[in-house]
């Protein structure tokens, strides 16, 4: 494990920029792995298990829909029985007293930051519990208990889980105003993301070339580690809470 750069919240520049009051957090798997969800790489990650190319990308629906919908039955199931843990209710609270100057954007599907109590999250790959209709584009929430091999759209046509899979692009709306935050805010906290996914991947190091302040909090050292300002390399679920603490 690389030293860390700051373990010491009594580092004055950490102080400061904990202080700041333009702070968003760009959160990847990493941060659900404290409340029993896989993350996708590393030893125990899906993809070690699973092939993206049969579960995550549009002709492998069009090719076989019924093993798709098999794979995302299996996730909402583990999802629907996880737990938002401390790591998603850190960034609740430092949301809740920031009037208006915390906004975290995630990469995850899990709904875990909004059932912690966050709000106007910026889900850059969707999310696991929407349907989408291939044929008339209808979107609808949809349930654990969504039974049906493939679920139809009232229009007839097949349902496929609204989140973004290989190849696809992201929400443009919501990846627009992702990089309008990289680029304004004062600190950009990476937790729990390997960060090589594009374009997510790229935010960290916007926010770090307009100036923000970068903290990366992740047991395991990132293709970005080298540019942060602070590294924890530690579970976010230990390191969220003390820093919402120093941020007060
Ligand atoms: P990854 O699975 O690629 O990375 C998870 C990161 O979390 C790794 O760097 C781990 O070291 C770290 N980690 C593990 N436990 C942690 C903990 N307790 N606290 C903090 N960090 C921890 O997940 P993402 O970066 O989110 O895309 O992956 C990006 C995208 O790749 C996903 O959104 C998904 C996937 O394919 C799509 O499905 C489109």
Request: charge should be negative; aromatic fraction near 8%.
């Amino acid at each position: 494990m690389p030293p860390a750069k700051a373990l010491s919240l009594d580092d004055p520049r950490l102080r400061r920029a904990l202080a700041s009051r333009h702070v968003v957090c760009l959160t990847g798997a990493g941060i659900s792995a404290e409340s029993g969800i896989p993350t996708f790489r590393g030893a125990e990650g899906l993809w070690k298990r699973f092939r993206p190319e049969e579960l995550a990308n549009f002709e492998a629906f069009l090719a076989n829909p019924e093993l798709v919908w098999e794979w995302y039955r299996f996730r909402r199931d583990k999802i629907g029985a996880a737990l938002p843990n401390a790591g998603h209710r850190a960034l609740a609270s430092w949301q809740g007293r920031s009037e208006g100057g915390f906004h975290l954007i995630t990469q995850n599907v899990d709904g875990l930051h909004q059932r912690a109590g966050s709000t106007d999250v910026i889900e850059l790959h969707g999310n696991i519990w929407n349907d989408r209709c291939l044929e008339c584009g209808a979107r609808r929430a949809s349930t654990a208990d969504d039974a049906a091999a493939v679920p139809r759209c009232a229009c007839g046509g097949n349902m496929r889980p609204d989140v973004v899979w290989f190849g696809e692009w992201l929400p443009e709306a919501a990846l627009a105003k992702s990089f309008v935050l990289a680029r304004e805010c004062e600190v950009f906290l990476s937790v729990g993301t390997s960060a090589v996914v594009q374009p997510a991947a790229d935010l960290p190091l916007l926010a770090k070339r307009h100036g923000a302040c970068l903290i990366e909090i992740n047991p395991e050292p990132t293709p970005i580690s080298g540019s942060a300002d602070f590294n924890f390399f530690a579970p976010a679920g230990d390191v969220l809470p003390i820093l919402l603490e120093a941020a007060a």
